[in-house]
Protein backbone atom coordinates (compact mmCIF):
# COMPACT_ATOMS: atom_id res chain seq x y z
CA UNK A 1 0.00 0.00 0.00
CA UNK A 2 1.16 3.58 -0.40
CA UNK A 3 1.03 3.97 3.68
CA UNK A 4 3.79 1.32 3.90
CA UNK A 5 5.67 2.56 0.97
CA UNK A 6 5.92 5.62 2.33
CA UNK A 7 7.07 4.58 5.80
CA UNK A 8 9.43 2.43 4.34
CA UNK A 9 11.18 5.70 2.11
CA UNK A 10 11.04 7.85 5.69
CA UNK A 11 13.30 4.70 7.37
CA UNK A 12 15.28 4.02 4.59
CA UNK A 13 16.06 8.07 4.00
CA UNK A 14 16.02 8.56 7.74
CA UNK A 15 19.25 5.50 8.45
CA UNK A 16 21.01 6.58 5.35
CA UNK A 17 21.48 9.97 6.72
CA UNK A 18 22.18 8.78 10.08
CA UNK A 19 18.75 9.99 11.67
CA UNK A 20 20.36 13.58 11.06
CA UNK A 21 18.22 15.30 8.45
CA UNK A 22 14.79 15.09 8.05
CA UNK A 23 12.66 13.42 5.78
CA UNK A 24 9.01 13.88 4.85
CA UNK A 25 7.41 12.54 1.44
CA UNK A 26 5.81 14.64 -1.16
CA UNK A 27 2.44 13.43 -2.58
CA UNK A 28 -0.14 14.17 -4.58
CA UNK A 29 -3.50 15.68 -3.58
CA UNK A 30 -5.73 12.61 -3.73
CA UNK A 31 -8.44 10.52 -1.04
CA UNK A 32 -4.90 8.81 -0.26
CA UNK A 33 -3.06 11.78 1.54
CA UNK A 34 -5.24 11.40 5.17
CA UNK A 35 -4.55 7.93 4.84
CA UNK A 36 -0.54 8.81 4.04
CA UNK A 37 -1.01 11.38 7.07
CA UNK A 38 -2.42 9.35 9.40
CA UNK A 39 0.48 6.20 9.33
CA UNK A 40 2.80 9.42 9.15
CA UNK A 41 1.38 10.62 12.88
CA UNK A 42 2.56 7.13 14.50
CA UNK A 43 6.06 7.61 12.11
CA UNK A 44 8.39 8.80 14.95
CA UNK A 45 10.92 9.34 12.23
CA UNK A 46 8.41 11.66 9.76
CA UNK A 47 9.19 15.49 9.37
CA UNK A 48 5.87 16.52 7.78
CA UNK A 49 3.79 15.66 5.20
CA UNK A 50 3.91 17.62 1.95
CA UNK A 51 0.98 17.61 -0.71
CA UNK A 52 1.14 18.45 -4.12
CA UNK A 53 -2.67 20.09 -5.85
CA UNK A 54 -3.59 19.72 -9.12
CA UNK A 55 -2.21 22.85 -10.17
CA UNK A 56 1.19 21.95 -9.78
CA UNK A 57 3.64 20.54 -12.63
CA UNK A 58 6.11 22.00 -14.91
CA UNK A 59 6.90 20.89 -18.41
CA UNK A 60 7.96 17.96 -17.36
CA UNK A 61 4.65 17.03 -16.38
CA UNK A 62 1.92 14.98 -19.02
CA UNK A 63 -0.73 16.88 -20.24
CA UNK A 64 -3.20 14.02 -18.47
CA UNK A 65 -2.09 14.59 -15.20
CA UNK A 66 -1.98 18.61 -15.59
CA UNK A 67 -5.48 18.57 -16.57
CA UNK A 68 -7.44 15.77 -15.51
CA UNK A 69 -6.01 14.43 -12.28
CA UNK A 70 -5.50 15.64 -8.52
CA UNK A 71 -7.08 17.36 -5.96
CA UNK A 72 -7.48 21.36 -5.68
CA UNK A 73 -4.99 22.03 -2.76
CA UNK A 74 -6.63 23.63 -0.49
CA UNK A 75 -9.08 21.33 0.26
CA UNK A 76 -6.83 18.69 0.64
CA UNK A 77 -4.45 20.39 2.99
CA UNK A 78 -7.98 21.57 4.84
CA UNK A 79 -9.07 18.00 5.23
CA UNK A 80 -5.74 16.86 6.53
CA UNK A 81 -5.58 19.88 8.98
CA UNK A 82 -8.61 19.10 10.15
CA UNK A 83 -7.97 15.58 10.54
CA UNK A 84 -4.58 16.39 12.69
CA UNK A 85 -7.16 18.98 15.23
CA UNK A 86 -9.51 16.12 15.45
CA UNK A 87 -6.20 13.92 17.04
CA UNK A 88 -4.69 16.93 18.54
CA UNK A 89 -1.64 16.80 16.40
CA UNK A 90 -2.03 19.60 14.26
CA UNK A 91 0.98 21.12 16.29
CA UNK A 92 3.02 17.95 15.50
CA UNK A 93 3.15 17.25 11.59
CA UNK A 94 3.87 19.77 10.05
CA UNK A 95 2.03 20.11 6.24
CA UNK A 96 3.36 21.58 3.44
CA UNK A 97 1.20 22.80 0.43
CA UNK A 98 2.30 22.91 -3.13
CA UNK A 99 0.89 22.76 -6.77
CA UNK A 100 -0.16 26.18 -8.41
CA UNK A 101 0.43 28.46 -5.67
CA UNK A 102 0.86 31.90 -7.54
CA UNK A 103 -0.47 30.73 -10.65
CA UNK A 104 -1.93 33.36 -11.93
CA UNK A 105 0.19 35.81 -10.12
CA UNK A 106 -1.01 36.20 -6.43
CA UNK A 107 1.36 34.39 -4.86
CA UNK A 108 0.88 36.70 -1.15
CA UNK A 109 -2.59 35.73 -1.36
CA UNK A 110 -2.43 32.19 -2.29
CA UNK A 111 0.24 31.21 0.79
CA UNK A 112 -1.79 33.45 3.24
CA UNK A 113 -5.01 31.19 2.10
CA UNK A 114 -3.38 28.22 2.28
CA UNK A 115 -2.00 28.68 5.86
CA UNK A 116 -5.22 29.56 7.36
CA UNK A 117 -6.27 26.82 5.92
CA UNK A 118 -3.66 25.27 7.63
CA UNK A 119 -1.00 24.80 6.01
CA UNK A 120 2.60 24.92 8.30
CA UNK A 121 4.41 25.75 4.89
CA UNK A 122 4.16 26.65 1.13
CA UNK A 123 6.55 25.12 -1.60
CA UNK A 124 6.82 27.45 -4.55
CA UNK A 125 8.88 25.56 -8.03
CA UNK A 126 7.03 26.55 -11.17
CA UNK A 127 6.54 30.31 -10.18
CA UNK A 128 10.13 30.90 -9.09
CA UNK A 129 11.08 29.07 -12.42
CA UNK A 130 8.76 31.51 -14.28
CA UNK A 131 9.63 34.13 -12.61
CA UNK A 132 13.51 34.58 -11.29
CA UNK A 133 14.79 32.06 -13.89
CA UNK A 134 12.90 33.11 -16.93
CA UNK A 135 11.70 30.06 -18.08
CA UNK A 136 9.74 30.46 -21.87
CA UNK A 137 6.60 28.63 -20.45
CA UNK A 138 3.57 29.83 -18.99
CA UNK A 139 0.32 28.36 -18.25
CA UNK A 140 -1.29 28.27 -21.67
CA UNK A 141 1.94 27.49 -23.07
CA UNK A 142 4.31 25.28 -21.73
CA UNK A 143 7.87 24.33 -23.37
CA UNK A 144 7.14 20.79 -22.53
CA UNK A 145 11.15 19.89 -22.97
CA UNK A 146 12.20 20.56 -18.83
CA UNK A 147 12.74 16.42 -18.83
CA UNK A 148 14.91 16.25 -22.06
CA UNK A 149 17.63 18.24 -21.55
CA UNK A 150 17.14 20.76 -23.97
CA UNK A 151 15.63 23.88 -22.07
CA UNK A 152 16.56 26.75 -24.33
CA UNK A 153 16.68 28.63 -20.95
CA UNK A 154 19.69 26.93 -19.96
CA UNK A 155 17.74 26.14 -16.52
CA UNK A 156 16.96 21.91 -17.05
CA UNK A 157 20.38 20.82 -18.96
CA UNK A 158 23.67 19.83 -18.59
CA UNK A 159 24.48 20.89 -22.24
CA UNK A 160 27.17 23.70 -22.06
CA UNK A 161 26.21 25.38 -25.08
CA UNK A 162 22.52 25.87 -23.11
CA UNK A 163 23.28 25.96 -19.68
CA UNK A 164 25.69 28.82 -20.47
CA UNK A 165 22.85 31.04 -21.57
CA UNK A 166 21.76 31.34 -17.70
CA UNK A 167 23.00 33.45 -15.51
CA UNK A 168 23.00 31.68 -11.99
CA UNK A 169 24.15 34.79 -10.01
CA UNK A 170 21.39 36.76 -11.20
CA UNK A 171 18.83 34.03 -11.09
CA UNK A 172 19.83 33.98 -7.48
CA UNK A 173 19.62 37.51 -6.93
CA UNK A 174 15.67 37.44 -8.17
CA UNK A 175 15.04 34.61 -6.09
CA UNK A 176 15.75 36.51 -3.28
CA UNK A 177 13.97 39.51 -4.07
CA UNK A 178 10.47 37.13 -5.10
CA UNK A 179 11.17 36.10 -1.33
CA UNK A 180 11.98 39.28 0.05
CA UNK A 181 8.84 40.73 -1.39
CA UNK A 182 6.96 37.96 -0.48
CA UNK A 183 7.83 38.44 3.17
CA UNK A 184 6.80 42.38 3.21
CA UNK A 185 3.29 41.26 1.71
CA UNK A 186 2.13 38.36 3.93
CA UNK A 187 3.62 40.97 6.51
CA UNK A 188 0.74 43.35 5.35
CA UNK A 189 -1.76 40.71 4.93
CA UNK A 190 -1.45 39.27 8.72
CA UNK A 191 -0.84 42.66 10.29
CA UNK A 192 -4.64 43.41 11.01
CA UNK A 193 -5.14 40.01 12.75
CA UNK A 194 -2.44 40.62 14.69
CA UNK A 195 -0.08 38.27 13.55
CA UNK A 196 3.02 39.97 11.62
CA UNK A 197 5.40 38.09 13.25
CA UNK A 198 4.05 34.75 13.26
CA UNK A 199 1.75 32.61 10.83
CA UNK A 200 -1.71 32.05 11.65
CA UNK A 201 -1.95 28.55 10.97
CA UNK A 202 -5.38 27.24 10.83
CA UNK A 203 -6.92 30.20 11.88
CA UNK A 204 -9.41 29.77 9.35
CA UNK A 205 -11.71 32.80 10.51
CA UNK A 206 -9.68 35.23 9.00
CA UNK A 207 -11.20 34.02 5.26
CA UNK A 208 -14.33 33.46 3.66
CA UNK A 209 -15.83 32.62 0.77
CA UNK A 210 -18.95 33.37 -1.74
CA UNK A 211 -19.87 30.10 -2.78
CA UNK A 212 -21.61 27.99 0.03
CA UNK A 213 -20.29 24.36 -1.62
CA UNK A 214 -17.27 25.87 -1.30
CA UNK A 215 -17.26 27.37 2.49
CA UNK A 216 -19.12 24.02 3.52
CA UNK A 217 -16.31 21.75 1.86
CA UNK A 218 -13.46 23.59 3.70
CA UNK A 219 -15.63 25.02 7.04
CA UNK A 220 -14.96 28.51 5.94
CA UNK A 221 -17.23 31.60 6.66
CA UNK A 222 -19.74 31.94 3.26
CA UNK A 223 -20.27 35.75 2.38
CA UNK A 224 -22.78 36.63 -0.13
Not at 6 to 17: E, L, N, T
Not at 36 to 50: Q, T
Not at 71 to 87: F, G, M, T, W
Not at 212 to 219: D, G, M, V
Request: aromatic share 6%; proline share 5%.
Amino acid sequence: SIEEAVAKMIQSMSMAWGFRVPVYPKISGSKTAKAVLNNLVRNPYAAGLSIDGDDGGTGAAYNVSMDHMGHPIASNIRECYLDLVKQGKQNELPLIAAGGIGKKGHLAANAAALFMLGASAVSIGKYIMQSAAACYGDEQNRCNVCNLGKCPRGITTQDPKLYRRLDPDKVAERVVEVYKSLDIELKKIFAPMGRSTELPIGMSDGISVDDPAIAERLQINFIC
